[in-house]
């Protein structure tokens, strides 16, 4: 399968690169140096010569607090940039798959989100990325739209990524104790990312480590259970411009239906990344 993989630098694009190539794709990851998706005619120059079989776009502003002020870049990354992707693939007969996110909720629910569940961006983040996917569906009929949330990984520079670090370095970190959502191991999503790409199936998936979720608070415990270097905080006590969803929780109906196994139990995939992190370390202190 010939792959080009959209935002190369970013956790998730790095993971599946690595993934695609190991299962011996053919893969263009591009940085958005070297290919910005909201530049609809570098993407459709791109796209109509390489000419891929499937794309998996990665690319985005996650700066949540960043795109509550500036609308313009906002859409332009995570909406325009979406269906730029989609209409390139329309005239050169690929598939897209884009990861979407868990803040197109509000949050209101106390299970998990399905596919049953009517989005409700209270984010312009969220509202952008909701627009993308709507934008991308209505562009290309093999549109696989895979919401995400709460990744964690190599290369990763959000909390749930640089927590593990920190604890193992014996830092005190100060977590969020009342928002919950399904932490997400980055080479795991990548992996049904590949998948949904081979399956060819359009629609809305959910792509999530099994198991209850947790708080902030409740993953970096679960990395040195029996430390007090976890200190809880609520939401509320932080002072930021955008909302953010109290309870993200996603679930996915159509994996199974279409004989895709759950992904592994957060918590198993937490100590694999334990592992890797601490093989680092000892790397970098061994002389």
Same mark, same amino acid.
């Given at each position: 399968m010939k792959?080009? &993989? %959209?935002?190369? *630098?970013? !956790?998730?694009?790095?993971?599946t690169a690595e993934h695609?190539?190991? !299962?011996? +794709?053919?893969?263009?990851?591009?940085?958005?140096?070297?290919?910005?998706?909201?530049?609809?005619?570098?993407?459709?120059?791109?796209? +109509?010569?390489?000419? $891929?079989?499937?794309?998996? *776009?990665?690319?985005?502003?996650? +700066?949540?607090d960043g795109c509550e002020t500036d609308h313009e870049r906002n859409y332009a990354a995570n909406a325009h940039g979406v269906e730029n992707l989609a209409i390139g693939c329309r005239n050169t007969n690929? *598939?897209?798959?884009? &990861?979407s996110t868990d803040y197109v909720f509000d949050g209101a629910k106390e299970g998990f989100y399905t596919q049953r569940d009517d989005p409700n961006p209270e984010s312009e983040y969220g509202r952008a990325k909701l627009a993308g996917e709507l934008l991308a569906q209505?562009?290309?009929?093999? %549109?696989?739209?895979?919401?995400?949330?709460?990744? $964690?990984?190599? #290369? #990763?520079? *959000?909390f749930l990524s640089k927590v593990?670090? /920190?604890?193992?370095n014996g830092e005190r970190v100060k977590a969020i104790?009342?928002?919950?959502?399904? @932490?997400?191991?980055?080479?795991?999503?990548? /992996?049904?990312?590949?998948?949904?790409?081979?399956?060819?199936?359009?629609? &809305?998936?959910?792509?999530a480590n099994a198991g209850g979720g947790s708080s902030y608070a409740? $993953?970096?415990?679960?990395? !040195?259970?029996?430390?007090?270097?976890?200190? +809880? &905080?609520?939401?509320?006590?932080?002072?930021?411009?955008? @909302?953010?969803?109290?309870n993200s929780r996603l679930r996915c109906l159509l994996s199974e239906a279409i004989g895709l196994k759950p992904l592994r139990p957060w918590e198993e995939a937490l100590q694999d990344f334990i592992m890797t992190i601490s093989a680092e370390q000892a790397t970098n202190t061994d002389y």
């Open positions: 792959v080009l &993989i %959209t935002g190369a *630098n970013g !956790m998730v694009a790095q993971a695609c190539r190991s !299962m011996g +794709d053919e893969v263009s990851a591009l940085t958005r140096e070297q290919l910005d998706i909201a530049d609809r005619s570098s993407v459709l120059e791109v796209l +109509d010569r390489e000419r $891929f079989d499937s794309v998996i *776009n990665c690319a985005a502003w996650t +700066d949540v690929a *598939n897209l798959v884009t &990861i209505a562009a290309l009929a093999r %549109t696989i739209v895979v919401r995400a949330g709460w990744i $964690f990984g190599p #290369g #990763g520079t *959000n593990v670090e /920190k604890l193992l104790s009342d928002a919950f959502g399904t @932490p997400t191991y980055a080479p795991d999503l990548a /992996k049904r990312l590949r998948e949904l790409a081979v399956l060819d199936l359009p629609g &809305i998936y959910h792509a409740g $993953f970096a415990r679960s990395v !040195m259970p029996d430390s007090d270097l976890v200190e +809880d &905080i609520s939401a509320a006590a932080l002072t930021r411009p955008a @909302p953010r969803p109290q």
